[in-house]
């Protein structure tokens, strides 16, 4: 079974930087998809960014382009997303998600596409 364990989240104001990390328990043998989502208060759950394991091709939602950054280190069964330049807009609970294989591109940002959820860690920043 895995598990997965965000960390790193926090209060920041507008325009700092936040980094998130996935501790995943014996995931990356199934070098498969990994991502983050994140779920504001009233909103539906979205794709941020996802990382295909064993190939390490990347997707961003656009939103989110250009101030994210998605990375992986197999060695620790990590994950982690750098987030810069915050705006108040990317509050949001922020979950670390992995499906059992490989994730199309185009449904990379897609919650039923992931088997696996974390907790979640709260990202707040204030204007």
């Known amino acids: 079974q895995v598990q997965l364990v965000e960390s790193g989240g926090g209060s920041v104001q507008a325009g700092g930087s936040l980094r998130l990390s996935c501790a995943a328990s014996?995931?990356?043998?199934?070098?498969?998809?990994m991502g983050w989502f994140r779920q504001a208060p009233g909103k539906e759950r979205e794709g941020v960014a996802s990382?295909?394991?064993?190939?390490?091709?990347?997707v961003y939602a656009d939103s989110v382009k250009g101030r994210f950054t998605i990375s992986q280190d197999n060695a620790k069964n990590a994950m982690y997303l750098q987030m810069s330049s915050l705006k108040p807009e990317d509050t949001a609970m922020y979950y670390c998600?992995?499906?059992?294989?490989?994730?199309?591109?185009?449904?990379?940002?897609?919650?039923?596409?992931?088997?696996?959820w974390g907790q979640g860690t709260q990202v707040t920043v204030s204007s």
């Open positions: 990382i295909y394991i064993g190939g390490g091709s990347i």
């Open positions: 998600a992995a499906a059992r294989g490989y994730v199309w591109p185009p449904f990379r940002l897609k919650a039923s596409e992931y088997n696996y």
């Open positions: 014996e995931y990356s043998a199934n070098r498969g998809s």
